[in-house]
Nanobody, 118 residues
Framework: QVQLVESGGGLAQAGGSLRVSCAAS????????MGWYRQAPGKQRELVAR???????NYADSGKGRFTISRDNAKNTVYLQMNSLKPEDPAVYYCNFRGPATAWRDFWGQGTQVTVSA
């Protein structure tokens, strides 16, 4: 199994910045896919940004140019820096993990709330 512990998030003004972090532990080996998804009330969970198992990055169009995903492989931690926050960014942000040691199953963090004030 894999455990994901998220931190960060909270409240920021529109145009401001926030950073969320996710640390993975457990059955981890090799190159893993980690990333961030978000879910706003009444909407489906959607990709924000992720590292693929091949080491590439994917960004949703909504975050391109504003959000940056990074990782510290030694710490099995992934970060999401969110700049120029917009009123449409508030959601619960979830960390996602997939890896070869767990047959590329999806693991999810508990979620962290991001709120943007006008």
């Amino acid at each position: 199994q894999v455990q994901l512990v998220e931190s960060g998030g909270g409240l920021a003004q529109a145009g401001g910045s926030l950073r969320v972090s996710c640390a993975a532990s457990g059955r981890i080996s090799g190159i893993n896919a980690m990333g961030w998804y978000r879910q706003a009330p009444g909407k489906q969970r959607e990709l924000v940004a992720r590292f693929t198992g091949g080491g590439n990055t994917n960004y949703a169009d909504s975050g391109k140019g504003r959000f940056t995903i990074s990782r510290d492989n030694a710490k099995n931690t992934v970060y999401l820096q969110m700049n120029s926050l917009k009123p449409e960014d508030p959601a619960v942000y979830y960390c996602n993990f997939r890896g070869p040691a767990t047959a590329w199953r999806d693991f999810w963090g508990q979620g962290t709330q991001v709120t943007v004030s006008a």
